[in-house]
């Protein structure tokens, strides 16, 4: 009997925003089971940085500095993996950005800022990718939604719109693909303990907030998102698309 994901060796995987938080424990995650990963982002330190951990694993990953939201480098980048790796067999669309703020003092800018980095540039990644899965007639892309697809909250009108959208282009995505055999799901986490939310749990009435909607103890590390993100890419989930896995603790059951 096979070992569970033995699958995703050698597999390429892209994954956006991959050098940090959620997004790097998603590209260690697969390579430890032997998958070539190309992580995406915008820092180029905490790209080396994560990429030698990664190569510390095995030495077929690759990091590529680049902004999702210009969706020229975004092509450019995906026929590039495609050019040295072969094919694309799973993009993990994870890079994204919130601006908290009253609706009330949301500028357009901010508005622009959220929607194109969550929602339209995870569509067009996604876009640029399909056109090769549908060429091998398979793929598995991931869209890293959030519990805010479903719920309200202070000071997020604007992220609740964008990871809103993510589920229904989810769904459209999984519609329009599946005769080509490209599975499109989504994982939607409540607030994940990391180095980026840190800063954000020392308002000591907030953290309390977030703790008191979720009703298993504590709160998800990266490695839960990480979990649900492995059984979307992996042959357990070959009957699944359209789908949104939420990793909320209990957070939208209420």
């Not at 009253?102 to 929607?115: C, F, G, H, S, Y």
Request: proline share 2%; hydrophobic share 45%.
């Amino acid at each position: 009997m096979e070992m569970y994901f033995s699958e995703l060796k050698n597999k390429t995987v892209i994954v956006t925003g991959g050098s940090k938080g959620i997004g790097k424990d998603i590209a260690l995650s697969f390579a430890r089971l032997g998958a070539n990963v190309i992580i995406i982002g915008r820092n180029k330190e905490a790209l080396d940085d994560t990429l030698s951990e990664l190569n510390a694993i095995h030495s077929n990953n690759k990091a590529f500095q680049a902004d999702v939201n210009h969706i020229n480098q975004v092509r450019e980048l995906t026929d590039r993996v495609v050019r040295e790796y072969g094919t694309i067999d799973v993009l993990v669309n994870n890079a994204g950005v919130n601006i908290p703020k009253p609706a009330l003092e949301v500028t357009e800018e901010d508005w622009d800022t959220i929607l194109d980095t969550n929602l339209k540039a995870s569509f067009f990644f996604s876009q640029a990718a399909a056109k090769y899965m549908v060429k091998q007639n398979k793929g598995k892309i991931i869209n890293i939604a959030s519990q805010m697809s479903f719920v309200g909250y202070i000071k997020r009108s604007a992220y609740c719109s964008s990871k809103g959208g993510v589920v229904q282009m989810t769904k459209a995505l999984a519609v329009e693909w599946a005769k080509y055999h490209i599975n499109v799901n989504a994982v939607a986490p409540t607030f994940v303990e990391t180095d980026l939310t840190a800063k954000m749990f020392e308002d000591e009435e907030f953290l309390k907030d977030v703790k008191s909607r979720i009703l298993l103890d504590g709160m998800p590390k990266p490695k839960d998102i990480s979990g649900a993100v492995l059984y979307l890419a992996s042959d357990l989930a070959n009957f699944v698309t359209g789908e949104t896995i939420k990793v909320d603790g209990g957070w939208t059951a209420i």
